[in-house]
């Protein structure tokens, strides 16, 4: 199993703020070219996301459920990844003083990946995990709290109506 922590200089109010915005994954989960919200509802149980991933020419378009939401403590999503099967990704948020401490969980569900689930995959998991969970700390630590005065500006967490272009 490949399991991950990182401390985030940000309560975790904000580190939540993040995570409840769709269209923000493309901006932290490693291999995302595009992320949106799929059906408004987005992270609660049963709402998707959706997202591309890019290999040169081809393009995959997939989803990503929760399955799992406790507001402010848990978040479980199972990303789909067509004939290779699905993969489970635990999220817990928890205060660490005034910080927040986030800890990521991710295995192979169901397919093959799960079949052929081994501790090389695990290391490759582990390495993909520093990189993510360092990039949602800098994405959590530069923004503006959602409900400053700042406004909908860059950077901001203004909903999107659908899928965004860049990153």
Known sequence: ???????????????????????LYTRWVIGTDDSWNRDGQWPAEGSEIGYVVKFGPLEYRGRTVSRVFEPGHRLELESMGGKSGSVRIAITVQPWG???LVIVDEHPLSGPAARWHNSVLDAALQLRHRAMLSRLARVVESEQPEGSDSGAGPG??????????GA
């Open 1 to 23: 199993m490949a399991v991950r922590h990182q401390l985030i200089r940000k309560p975790p109010a904000e580190v939540w703020s993040v995570l409840r915005d769709g269209s």
């Open 98 to 100: 005034e910080d927040t």
């Open 156 to 165: 901001s967490y203004a909903e999107e109506g659908g899928p965004r272009v």
